[in-house]
């Protein structure tokens, strides 16, 4: 141990790197959804303001300006609402007849959600410009929006969950290896050797010793291997149990790692601490598995 209380690795990337998150590019997603509402509004102003330069209308940008834009931000919050949910309950062959319902009332949420947050920037938007704003009556207005809104978002629903499907078949998607059909199984099933990934259409073995750490992610449990992640549609408590002790460790409820992979160990206030793993990547261990990290990294 260090003076630092840490287990020392001489790995510079250890104290800097972040802790791990799931895995994927919030920056670029932000960046394409941002750049999609928000062209959007402005092609929508544009098309309105075309429009009445050919009828020989004024055309009141900032009014235009306002609402159209007050939409697509209304939208862009609800939908890190709408990726969060995906993520939490994702629609599967084997799981959308228990979940759609769920969607549903959601679609009625995003409606109500939508309209209130949009009216409200508006108030505030043209109080800016000394202006008021009404949006109109309800029923009549309030439901001429609804319609507008469940397309909206059943679309984005469908979008959500095939990028998604799409990102899993890119990064390739895990699966425990079956017994075969005839003769003895090749290892015991009940502790599988490898896992089977399939990526864009091809078929690869994955030793569960080159797996360096695995975080649940909803329904899924994401496998790393040499900078990679591989989603298996399993428990972490099931995968705890078909890898062997001697070699995965279980710091937390979300966690489990290679014991090979662990660096270092800082602890932190609170009896928790951040496990330094060799990519850099911190992973959080609870006040509870700390003793029992410590006692089986010892081999006690």
């Not at 896992?195 to 797996?211: I, M, Y």
């Not at 040499?226 to 298996?232: E, K, T």
């Given at each position: 141990m260090g003076n630092n209380g840490c287990m020392e690795n001489g790995d510079p990337a250890a104290s800097t790197a972040p802790v791990a998150a799931r895995p994927r590019r919030p920056r670029l997603a932000a960046a394409f959804w941002s750049l999609l509402f928000l062209g959007t509004?402005?092609?929508?102003?544009?098309?309105?303001?075309?429009?009445?330069?050919?009828?020989?209308?004024?055309?009141?940008?900032?009014?235009?300006?306002?609402?159209?834009?007050?939409?697509?931000?209304?939208?862009?919050g609800l939908l890190a609402l709408l990726h969060a949910a995906a993520r939490r309950w994702p629609l599967h062959a084997d799981t959308w007849r228990r979940r759609i319902g769920f969607y549903l009332?959601?679609?009625?949420?995003?409606?109500?959600?939508?309209?209130?947050?949009?009216?409200?920037?508006r108030k505030v938007a043209f109080a800016l410009?000394?202006?008021?704003?009404?949006?109109?009556?309800?029923?009549?207005?309030?439901?001429y929006e609804f319609f507008k809104d469940v397309q909206t978002y059943s679309l984005?629903?469908?979008?959500?969950?095939?990028?998604?499907?799409?990102?899993?078949q890119r990064r390739g998607e895990a699966h425990l290896l079956a017994p075969p059909d005839e003769g003895p199984p090749v290892e015991p099933v009940e502790r599988p050797q490898h896992?089977?990934?399939?990526?864009?259409?091809?078929?690869?073995?994955?030793?569960?010793?080159?797996?360096?750490?695995?975080?649940a992610a909803g329904n899924y449990v994401n496998l790393r291997v040499?900078?990679?992640?591989?989603?298996?549609r399993i428990t972490m408590a099931a995968l705890e149990q078909r890898l062997d002790p001697a070699e995965f460790l279980r710091p937390h409820r979300s966690w489990l790692i290679h014991r090979g992979q662990l660096r270092s160990i800082?602890?932190?206030?609170g009896g928790e601490a951040l496990l330094h793993m060799a990519d850099g990547v911190k992973v959080p261990c609870s006040r509870r598995q700390l003793p029992l990290l410590r006692q089986a990294l010892a081999g006690e």
């Open positions: 509004a402005a092609g929508n102003v544009l098309a309105q303001w075309m429009r009445a330069l050919r009828d020989g209308q004024p055309f009141p940008a900032a009014a235009t300006s306002i609402e159209e834009f007050s939409s697509a931000l209304a939208s862009l009332l959601g679609g009625i949420a995003w409606w109500l959600l939508h309209v209130s947050a949009m009216v409200l920037l410009v000394g202006q008021h704003y009404t949006y109109g009556a309800w029923p009549a207005q309030w439901f984005l629903v469908i979008a959500v969950h095939a990028v998604a499907w799409f990102g899993r896992f089977l990934v399939r990526k864009l259409g091809k078929e690869f073995l994955v030793a569960t010793g080159d797996v360096e750490y695995a975080q040499r900078g990679h992640d591989y989603p298996l800082e602890p932190l206030d």
